[in-house]
T-cell receptor, first 115, second 110 residues
Framework: EPEVTQTPSHQVTQMGQEVILRCVPI?????FYWYRQILGQKVEFLVS????????KSEIFDDQFSVERPDGSNFTLKIRSTKLEDSAMYFC?????????????FGEGSRLTVL | RKEVEQDPGPFNVPEGATVAFNCTYS??????FFWYRQDCRKEPKLLMS???SGNEDGRFTAQLNRASQYISLLIRDSKLSDSATYLC???????????FGTGTSLTVIP
């Protein structure tokens, strides 16, 4: 069964360091997302991406965050200068349809710990 | 007001019980509705979409009340494996942003 894969599964970093989280969406999907979930809290939308550009982003997705699809398979989330409050589980998701008509398929997540 | 609100629970029910979860959403223009399941420290997975006419999948029944902006999930004959957090998810339909509720925690007790 096709799946979304994410690396690394866990990353520990020092405050102020740059972090890149990587995702390989399902191959025929066109819509890509990053969500985050702080421990014990709800899943929060960060950004959606379609046709090589950001289609929507939330207030959380400030100038410290960026996304890229550097090749035909990877979808990355970069945090330029990490803060303690960036510690969370980051989920990548993909969908084959827009506007909420399609199922979101999530990766297993990348746990980021900022010290 | 939060986009999606759920009773966080926890709900602790015996095996075989019927349990119902509720969810309200604030934006009347919302178009698509879903229930996702999330196991502890795992990714969310789609349980079922929620259609206007209501829909059933085995022991699970989902209902949508657009007038009241309310979604429900009913689980019959609870199994131990149903223990998880159930996430109510709403999409406005005008974009790609899905809004998640905080989730309702269910523990099914032997």
């Amino acid at each position: 069964e096709p799946e979304v894969t994410q690396t690394p599964s866990h990353q520990v970093t020092q405050m102020g360091q740059e972090v890149i989280l990587r995702c390989v969406p399902i191959s025929n999907h066109l819509y890509f997302y990053w969500y985050r979930q702080i421990l014990g809290q709800k899943v929060e939308f960060l950004v959606s991406f379609y046709n090589n550009e950001i289609s929507e982003k939330s207030e959380i997705f400030d100038d410290q965050f960026s996304v890229e699809r550097p090749d035909g398979s990877n979808f990355t989330l970069k945090i330029r200068s990490t803060k303690l409050e960036d510690s969370a589980m980051y989920f990548c998701a993909s969908s084959d349809r827009s506007g909420g008509t399609g199922e979101l398929f999530f990766g297993e997540g990348s746990r980021l710990t900022v010290l | 007001r939060k986009e999606v609100e759920q009773d966080p629970g926890p709900f602790n029910v015996p095996e075989g019980a019927t349990v119902a979860f509720n969810c309200t959403y604030s934006n009347s223009a919302s178009q698509s509705f879903f229930w996702y399941r999330q196991d502890c420290r795992k990714e969310p997975k789609l349980l079922m979409s929620v259609y206007s006419s209501g829909n059933e999948d085995g022991r699970f029944t989902a209902q949508l009340n657009r007038a009241s902006q309310y979604i429900s999930l009913l689980i019959r004959d609870s199994k131990l494996s149903d223990s998880a957090t159930y996430l109510c998810v709403v999409n406005r339909g005008t974009g790609n942003q899905f809004y998640f509720g905080t989730g309702t925690s269910l523990t099914v007790i032997p």
